[in-house]
C-alpha cells in the first residue's frame, strides 16, 4: 500500500559527503512528519534526523551542524545531507514516514529497507 525506498548509500572516506534519498509511493493522502534512522552492529537503532510536515527539524547531538535533513513535499521525499562524516557514522539508515493512507484509511509508521553507509579509510 506505502513503500519507502531509500537510496544514496555508499562507501566513503572520512571527511567526504553522501546524500541520502527516501521517496514515498503508494496509496498515499498525507504525509506527516519524517525522518531518519540509523543502527550500527551491536548498537541500538537511533534517531538522527526528523523533519516535519511544516519543516521544522530536530537532530542528534552527535550529527548536528554536520547533517541537514529537508524534504519536497511535492515528491514525498525526504533528504539527508551527510557531510564531514566520521567512521562513527558507519551503520545502516533507515527512512522513515508517518503516512495517512487508503485501502485501509489509516495513519501509521512507514519504514523503508536501510541503506548502507560506510566510513572508513
Known amino acids: 500500500q506505502v513503500q519507502l525506498v531509500e537510496s544514496g548509500g555508499g562507501s566513503v572516506q572520512p571527511g567526504e559527503s553522501l546524500r541520502l534519498s527516501c521517496a514515498a509511493s503508494g496509496r498515499i493522502v498525507s504525509v506527516n512528519g519524517m525522518g531518519w534512522y540509523r543502527q550500527a552492529p551491536g548498537k541500538e537503532r537511533e534517531l538522527v534526523a526528523a523533519?516535519?510536515?511544516?519543516?521544522?527539524?530536530n537532530y542528534a547531538d552527535s550529527v548536528k551542524g554536520r547533517f541537514i535533513i529537508s524534504r519536497d513535499n511535492g515528491k514525498n521525499t525526504v533528504y539527508l545531507q551527510m557531510d564531514s562524516l566520521k567512521p562513527e557514522d558507519t551503520a545502516v539508515y533507515y527512512c522513515?514516514?508517518?503516512?495517512?493512507?487508503?485501502?485501509?484509511?489509516?495513519?501509521?509508521?512507514?519504514w523503508g529497507k536501510g541503506t548502507l553507509v560506510t566510513v572508513s579509510s
Open positions: 523533519i516535519s510536515s511544516g519543516s521544522r527539524t
Open positions: 522513515n514516514a508517518k503516512v495517512m493512507s487508503r485501502s485501509p484509511y489509516s495513519e501509521r509508521d512507514y
